[in-house]
């Protein structure tokens, strides 16, 4: 069983916005620290956003700060990604992932220990 289940992606042109979730599927991570991470064509996986879901800490890659929000519903214990004023750049599989409490916000994949399935979101030019 997969413990995170991702969705919200699709296709869309440059300057438009989605949302992603990431709900937690037979297990409850009310208490884990979240991140997003993408990953594009060619090219290594990449942090884009983390939540420390006890404090509500957030942070963001370079790349989306200003653009992106990571943010999480506790009721129905989902994190969620809103993306804004999109790019072809931000052309990746999007995947969410989890890892315990204890520790914070990562940038480094191997630091989580749950990870969704992904969903792609394609921007054109």
């Known amino acids: 069983q997969v413990p995170l289940v991702e969705s919200g992606g699709g296709w869309l042109q440059a300057g438009g916005s989605l949302r992603l979730s990431c709900a937690a599927s037979?297990?409850?991570?009310?208490?884990?620290?979240m991140g997003w991470f993408r990953q594009a064509p060619g090219k290594e996986r990449e942090f884009v956003a983390g939540?420390?879901?006890?404090?509500?800490?957030?942070y963001y890659s370079d790349s989306v700060k200003g653009r992106f929000t990571i943010s999480r519903d506790d009721a129905k214990n989902t994190v969620y990604l809103q993306m804004n004023s999109l790019k072809p750049e931000d052309t990746a599989v999007y995947y969410c992932?989890?890892?315990?409490?204890?520790?914070?916000?990562?940038?480094?994949?191997?630091?989580?220990?749950?990870w969704g399935q992904g969903t792609q979101v394609t921007v054109s030019s």
């Open positions: 992932a989890a890892r315990p409490a204890e520790y914070g916000i990562s940038y480094y994949q191997n630091e989580y220990d749950y």
């Open positions: 037979g297990r409850t991570f009310r208490r884990n620290t």
């Open positions: 939540i420390r879901w006890m404090t509500g800490n957030t």
